[in-house]
């Protein structure tokens, strides 16, 4: 994402009409169910968030985070913050970059909808997939560190750590496709879409076959949803975990691996970029690395893999255009997604074009 979408999404403002809360509520049960909570309690809202709103909470002694469902009329299963509090305390358990969690509320009379609070993590977050801030002697190092926080991701063993339950296991791409199809047809307000309607048709018809396999994936790993060191090319959190789920993880690293195609002004890509010039490692070595963190020789339906999550993407932005249409939609720079919704089709034609 260029310089103007950081500006758009980094930092705070004070909390938006739509989105305002009784605070006092939130304080008394920040108070009862919070370890060490003291206030006084100021709240602002971030910027970023397209889906679930979220909050700085700033106490004398430290901040916290809140994550809560937007008010309003909401699609069924979405903005299910339960499910991220709950594979953030259990990613936690193990020592993987995640904020720790304080508290889930699911009482909706407390601020409106349920939430959840966790820790505030100090560090940077890179709204620019070409990390401009790092010498480029320093990039190679920048990558690798997402490169093996996300391997590390998927080798864990879900169920040992509890999340057996956590999604549906196999048939990912069958289910995964149904769902953002159905999603995108449901959301009639959005309107319809020639390339859509072709996706919607070619991509169950090209799953690879035999090609099934499950693990805890996060679902939009992308190098502004993580917090690196102050200073250090390492990753102190992963961030923004509602789409995450039981799933293929080649699917999930592909979505990662996107970055390389995408244009920088949709969100976080490096499409267009000279990466040997800038110190990036090429696309082919990425995925390499990628495959030898996880014990793969090969990757060889990698291009289908793009070409469901250039689709998959769309159906989220043409979810966002709903929201903006029925004027729900969580972050203000909204509309800004909902108007890249036609390039993202494209971009998703492309290359299932490309897998022919």
């Given at each position: 994402?260029?310089?103007?979408?950081?500006?758009?999404?980094?930092?705070?403002?004070?909390?938006?009409?739509?989105?305002?809360?009784?605070?006092?509520?939130?304080?008394?049960?920040?108070?009862?169910?919070?370890?060490?909570?003291?206030?006084?309690?100021?709240?602002?809202?971030?910027?970023?968030?397209?889906?679930?709103?979220?909050?700085?909470?700033?106490?004398?002694?430290?901040?916290?985070?809140?994550?809560?469902?937007?008010?309003?009329?909401?699609?069924?299963?979405?903005?299910?913050?339960?499910?991220e509090a709950r594979v953030l305390s259990?990613?936690?358990?193990?020592?993987?970059?995640?904020?720790?969690?304080?508290?889930?509320?699911?009482?909706?009379?407390?601020?409106?909808?349920?939430?959840?609070?966790?820790?505030?993590?100090?560090?940077?977050?890179?709204?620019?997939?070409?990390?401009?801030?790092?010498?480029?002697?320093?990039?190679?190092?920048?990558?690798?560190?997402?490169?093996?926080?996300?391997?590390?991701?998927?080798?864990?063993?879900?169920?040992?750590?509890?999340?057996?339950?956590?999604?549906?296991?196999?048939?990912?791409?069958?289910?995964?496709?149904?769902?953002?199809?159905?999603?995108?047809?449901?959301?009639?307000?959005?309107?319809?879409?020639?390339?859509?309607?072709?996706?919607?048709?070619?991509?169950?018809?090209?799953?690879?076959?035999?090609?099934?396999?499950?693990?805890?994936?996060?679902?939009?790993?992308?190098?502004?949803?993580?917090?690196?060191?102050?200073?250090?090319?390492?990753?102190?959190?992963?961030?923004?975990?509602?789409?995450?789920?039981?799933?293929?993880?080649?699917?999930?690293?592909?979505?990662?691996?996107?970055?390389?195609?995408?244009?920088?002004?949709?969100?976080?890509?490096?499409?267009?970029?000279?990466?040997?010039?800038?110190?990036?490692?090429?696309?082919?070595?990425?995925?390499?690395?990628?495959?030898?963190?996880?014990?793969?020789?090969?990757?060889?339906?990698?291009?289908?893999?793009?070409?469901?999550?250039?689709?998959?993407?769309?159906?989220?932005?043409?979810?966002?255009?709903?929201r903006v249409i029925r004027g729900t939609?969580?972050?203000?720079?909204?509309?800004?997604?909902?108007?890249?919704?036609?390039?993202?089709?494209?971009?998703?034609?492309?290359?299932?074009?490309?897998?022919?």
């Open positions: 994402m260029s310089a103007v979408g950081q500006e758009a999404n980094a930092g705070t403002t004070p909390v938006r009409e739509a989105y305002r809360f009784d605070q006092a509520a939130l304080a008394r049960w920040l108070q009862a169910n919070v370890a060490d909570y003291e206030g006084p309690l100021t709240v602002e809202q971030f910027k970023g968030g397209q889906s679930n709103p979220t909050y700085k909470l700033v106490t004398p002694a430290r901040s916290y985070v809140m994550r809560r469902k937007p008010p309003g009329e909401l699609v069924k299963g979405a903005h299910a913050v339960e499910r259990a990613l936690s358990a193990t020592g993987f970059p995640v904020a720790q969690v304080h508290g889930l509320c699911t009482d909706a009379d407390v601020i409106g909808t349920w939430f959840f609070v966790m820790e505030m993590v100090e560090g940077r977050i890179f709204w620019d997939a070409r990390f401009p801030q790092v010498a480029q002697a320093q990039r190679p190092r920048y990558f690798d560190a997402m490169n093996e926080t996300l391997a590390q991701l998927h080798r864990l063993d879900h169920e040992a750590i509890g999340l057996a339950d956590y999604g549906k296991p196999g048939n990912y791409f069958e289910r995964q496709i149904a769902r953002w199809s159905r999603q995108y047809l449901d959301d009639t307000d959005a309107g319809r879409d020639a390339g859509m309607d072709r996706l919607i048709e070619w991509l169950p018809a090209n799953i690879p076959p035999g090609d099934d396999e499950t693990r805890l994936i996060h679902g939009d790993f992308r190098c502004d949803n993580m917090i690196f060191h102050p200073t250090e090319p390492r990753v102190l959190a992963v961030l923004d975990w509602e789409l995450s789920t039981l799933g293929h993880p080649l699917a999930d690293f592909a979505y990662h691996a996107m970055m390389y195609r995408m244009p920088p002004d949709i969100v976080a890509g490096l499409g267009g970029t000279d990466v040997e010039a800038l110190g990036i490692p090429s696309e082919r070595d990425y995925v390499a690395a990628y495959c030898a963190r996880t014990g793969r020789a090969a990757m060889p339906a990698y291009d289908f893999y793009l070409a469901f999550n250039f689709f998959r993407m769309a159906a989220i932005f043409h979810g966002i255009k709903g939609a969580a972050s203000k720079h909204a509309q800004e997604r909902a108007r890249c919704f036609p390039r993202l089709v494209a971009l998703a034609c492309g290359q299932m074009d490309a897998c022919r």
